[in-house]
């Protein structure tokens, strides 16, 4: 089992960028996929990017394709979304996915979810 825990979310401006943090207990981190996922209010929760255990092989939902990149830290158990450019509609809680089978690279959640962090995008 995996505990997750994110940060990095805040307010910004429509064009500016932030860096989350998803930070995992325990040993056994490179087993794990990791994803991002959002959800905004009266949506529903949808992928955002995965990465695999080594970190050599990324996805990302088009919507972000080119502002957004996932990244992994495996000797810090922590795993990263750069976020460039941002947009308004970017604005969500944003959440960190483990995954044992590996699904969350092609945009399939894993079993554990972190708490979620809140990112604001202001017009």
């Known amino acids: 089992q995996v505990q997750l825990v994110e940060s990095g979310g805040g307010l910004v401006q429509a064009g500016g960028s932030l860096r989350l943090s998803c930070e995992a207990s325990g040993r056994t981190f490179r087993r794990y996929a990791m994803g991002w996922f959002r959800q905004a209010p009266g949506k529903e929760r949808e992928f955002v990017a995965g990465?695999?255990?080594?970190?050599?092989?990324?996805n990302y939902a088009d919507s972000v394709k080119g502002r957004f990149t996932i990244s992994r830290d495996n000797t810090k158990n922590t795993v990263f979304l750069q976020m460039n450019s941002l947009k308004p509609e970017d604005t969500a809680v944003y959440y960190c996915?483990?995954?044992?089978?590996?699904?969350?690279?092609?945009?399939?959640?894993?079993?554990?979810w972190g708490q979620g962090t809140q990112v604001t995008v202001s017009s």
């Open positions: 996915n483990a995954d044992l089978v590996g699904m969350v690279v092609a945009g399939g959640p894993g079993d554990y």
């Open positions: 990465i695999n255990w080594t970190g050599c092989s990324t």
